[in-house]
């Protein structure tokens, strides 16, 4: 990864109709290859406010720092509200479930004007250095792209080698600089400019 400071540079337009996309249900998925049963992957519901909660609440100190950049030992109901009701366009999340418990999420928002969507994921600590932060990333970029967005960026703390080492070994071209204590990520997510990740084990992903 270089340490150069990075611009977006969309090459499609900024201008997405605006259209009520409806629940993708294209976006399912059994995670197998992980665990004796396989785990599921979905976009995220407003119905899935409460088990956001409880997934939140087996969160680490550490863990909810590394995502929040602060203490935030409970989510506000307008947090939780943010979170669980999204457009399916301009702002997606993904979740992996173990039976009917949130394992882990991740999402874009769509940079208003830009083809650039911001990027965040966090993984319950016990379903941590399985995979899954890959897996969430690689699912949620064929996502976006598919709705016209051209880049993702990321903001995460130096101190976060474990959301570094996703994208490091993402298969994007991936610019990234530093700040103090944060660390700026950006990179095109155009299938066509991706190399193969460095690693092919892990997870798998099939639509059912």
Not at 192 to 201: L, N, V
């Amino acid at each position: 990864m270089s340490e150069t400071p990075f611009t977006p540079s969309p090459e499609r337009s900024a201008e997405v109709p605006a259209t009520d996309v409806g629940y993708p249900k294209e976006l399912e998925g059994a995670v197998t290859g992980f665990a004796a049963r396989p785990l599921r992957v979905r976009p995220v519901r407003a119905d899935d406010a409460e088990r956001l909660v409880a997934f939140h609440a087996r969160l680490s100190p550490g863990s909810i720092y590394r995502r929040y950049f602060a203490a935030r030992p409970l989510l506000t109901p307008q947090e939780v509200s943010h979170l669980t009701q999204v457009d399916y366009l301009d702002r997606l999340a993904l979740v992996i479930e173990d039976g009917s418990e949130i394992v882990a999420i991740a999402r874009y928002e769509r940079i208003p004007s830009t083809t650039t969507g911001e990027v965040a994921f966090v993984v319950r600590d016990d379903y941590q250095h399985r995979g899954l932060g890959h897996l969430l990333l690689d699912r949620l970029a064929v996502a976006a792209w598919a709705r016209g967005l051209t880049r993702f960026s990321a903001i995460t703390l130096l101190e976060n080698r474990g959301m570094i080492a996703i994208f490091e070994h993402s298969g994007f071209p991936v610019t990234a600089a530093h700040r103090d204590e944060e660390y700026y990520v950006s990179f095109s997510i155009d299938p066509a400019d991706r190399r193969d990740p460095s690693s092919t084990s892990g997870p798998r992903v099939g639509s059912t």
